[in-house]
Nanobody, 124 residues
Framework: QVQLVESGGGLVQAGGSLRLSCAAS????????MGWFRQAPGLEREFVAG????????AYADSVKGRFTISRDNAKNTVYLQMNSLKPEDTAVYYC?????????????????WGQGTQVTVSS
């Protein structure tokens, strides 16, 4: 069992940056593959980025490649999402998620644990 708590969301102008954090409880955080998802009003939840626990491999949605970076600090039980060059279309509630398998699926249904989400709003 793991509990996830996101933080770091807020209001930022287009072109700006934010860093989201997701703090996890539990002693086996290093054995969880972590993912970031987002959901904008009226739209389906979508995969943003993921990082494998076993290989450290990362994966990104095409819409964020080159702008967002996912990383993790196992000593702090925390995964981060550094978001640069933000655009108004990045506005959404951002969620972190965890799963025990090492691959990085893009379907939310493949993740076992979810945080409560943090709002990111990018103004034009």
């Amino acid at each position: 069992q793991v509990q996830l708590v996101e933080s770091g969301g807020g209001l930022v102008q287009a072109g700006g940056s934010l860093r989201l954090s997701c703090a996890a409880s539990g002693r086996t955080f290093s054995r969880y593959t972590m993912g970031w998802f987002r959901q904008a009003p009226g739209l389906e939840r979508e995969f943003v980025a993921g990082i494998s626990w076993s290989t450290g491999r990362t994966a990104y949605a095409d819409s964020v490649k080159g702008r967002f970076t996912i990383s993790r600090d196992n000593a702090k039980n925390t995964v981060y999402l550094q978001m640069n060059s933000l655009k108004p279309e990045d506005t959404a509630v951002y969620y972190c998620a965890a799963r025990t398998a090492s691959n990085i699926p893009t379907r939310g249904e493949s993740y076992d644990y979810w945080g409560q989400g943090t709002q990111v709003t990018v103004s034009s």
